[in-house]
């Protein structure tokens, strides 16, 4: 196992375990975690993501830490749109959807206020637009 996958798998362990709190550069940073469906391994794939809440949607940013590359779990969603969703105590499932235009722009800016470090991920990100991704909780 790569020390990147250790790691997240340290940060879901505390996440699980705590009900949502996770310590370290985490400490208080909105964080859920997404599983999505592994595009070639068709196998739950679950990763750690800073949020946004938006009403009562939540929405999660691709940025990768500003890698010239989309996170995995980005590229997975986009063949599979639902997803599970933990966040705090709860889970459920959700759709996916990527947000463009006036509403990327609008929730994009709405987390570099929130988490003004997010401007240096584009930043880094150079030609990569970071995709803005919209949870919509499943209805029942």
Do not use: C
Request: hydrophobic share 45%; no cysteine.
């Amino acid at each position: 196992m790569s020390e990147r996958l250790r790691l997240n798998q340290l940060v879901i362990d505390e996440f699980r375990s705590a009900a949502g709190e996770v310590g370290g550069d985490y400490s208080g940073v909105p964080l859920l975690l997404l599983t999505t469906t592994g595009l070639r391994s068709g196998e739950p794939r679950t990763a750690p993501t800073t949020y946004l809440a938006d009403g009562e949607r939540l929405v999660v940013f691709a940025a990768n830490g500003g890698r010239p590359v989309h996170p995995a779990w980005y590229r997975n969603l986009l063949a599979d749109p639902v997803v599970r969703v933990e966040v705090g105590e709860q889970s459920y499932e959700a759709t996916a959807a990527v947000a463009d235009g006036a509403e990327r722009t609008r929730l994009w800016q709405l987390q570099v206020a929130a988490a003004p470090y997010f401007a240096g991920f584009q930043e880094r990100a150079g030609d990569r637009l970071i995709p803005v991704v919209v949870l919509t909780r499943a209805a029942g």
